[in-house]
């Protein structure tokens, strides 16, 4: 029964730390790499949390493998509202890139962001009419009700976006892994790893709640371009400790996944949108 890891090396262990008595506890030394198996459990949370900021892996693992985290499924759905939020807000990389590249130049709200492009992307026919379902002709003037049920509409459209992710991810990973790896992760430690990795937006508060119609195109954009690198950064890591991957195999997924995630909720809103007008 190796249901835990050691933080250092990842190997299987049985045990973290054995009892002598009601007050004598021994932490549990790995096999492989004679270090402690997970020096985090006499740590205090907030050095944890630390850690984890800091991507470091060995947290990461503790997290994971050798902690409960039975409330995953609330920080889940906590981060999806926040993303939520601030595409509903039109105040996100998503809406930057996508008032970009669909050349929406006024989309009526304070938060909407266009940037120049030096080079010009056209968008595919095909899409034209998603571009549209993203335009927002007059929106001061609709009333609350029509505000918050576009709310409930993105986020829909995100909690799909994410549903696909972590499918690609998941089914990528699998394919990869008769090739060159072997490590089973079950769909609870998914969804775990995945809460985990998504707290990375919580960097983005500082622009939605700070953030106000003075605040230059450039600022915003290089502040949600900073937040996503890290997220990437922080996934990347996460998913190579889940899956144990090589590198250049969890780069590859983890960027067909993104693509893929992003495409959808392109889709999806204007779709929801035109099936409960
Ligand atoms: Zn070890």
């Known amino acids: 029964m190796n249901s835990y890891k050691c933080v250092n090396c990842g190997v299987g262990a049985s045990a973290l730390y054995k009892t002598y008595g009601p007050s004598v506890l021994k932490l549990t030394k790995c096999d492989s790499c004679k270090g402690v198996i997970d020096k985090y459990i006499e740590y205090d949370p907030v050095i944890v949390m630390i850690d984890l900021v800091l991507m470091s ?16 499924w609330k920080l889940f759905i906590i981060l999806i509202m926040l993303e939520t939020y601030g595409v509903w807000r039109n105040d996100s990389l998503f809406n930057i890139a996508i008032n970009t590249v669909c050349n929406i130049k006024n989309n009526s709200t304070i938060n909407s962001t266009y940037i120049t492009l030096p080079i010009n992307i ?21 009333d609350l009700f029509i505000w918050e049920k576009d709310f409930y509409i993105q986020f829909l459209s995100i909690f799909t976006g994410i549903i696909v992710f972590i499918t690609i991810v ?4 699998k394919l990869f892994k008769k090739f060159c790896f072997q490590n089973e992760v079950s769909l609870a430690r998914v969804l775990k790893s995945f809460s985990l ?13 700070w953030g106000n119609s003075d605040t230059p195109p450039g600022t915003r954009l290089l502040h949600y371009l900073m937040v996503f690198l890290y997220s990437f950064i922080f996934f990347y890591n996460t998913f190579r400790v889940l899956y144990e ?3 250049i195999v969890t780069a590859i997924v983890l960027t067909i996944s993104y693509c893929i995630k992003y495409l959808t909720t392109f889709h999806m809103t204007p779709f929801i949108r035109k099936i409960t007008r």
């Not at 056209?122 to 609709?142: F, N, T």
């Not at 998941?170 to 990973?173: A, Q």
């Not at 990795?197 to 709640?209: H, I, Q």
Request: net charge negative; hydrophobic share 40%.
């Open 170 to 173: 998941h089914l990528l990973m």
């Open 197 to 209: 990795a998504n707290m990375s937006l919580l960097f983005t508060l500082p622009m939605l709640v």
């Open 122 to 142: 056209s968008v595919p026919e095909p899409w034209m009419s998603d571009c549209k379902g993203w335009a927002y002709e007059e929106k001061e003037s609709l």
């Open 245 to 247: 991957s090589p590198k």
């Open 57 to 72: 892996k060995e947290a990461q693992r503790h997290i994971i493998y050798n902690t409960e985290f039975k409330s995953y």
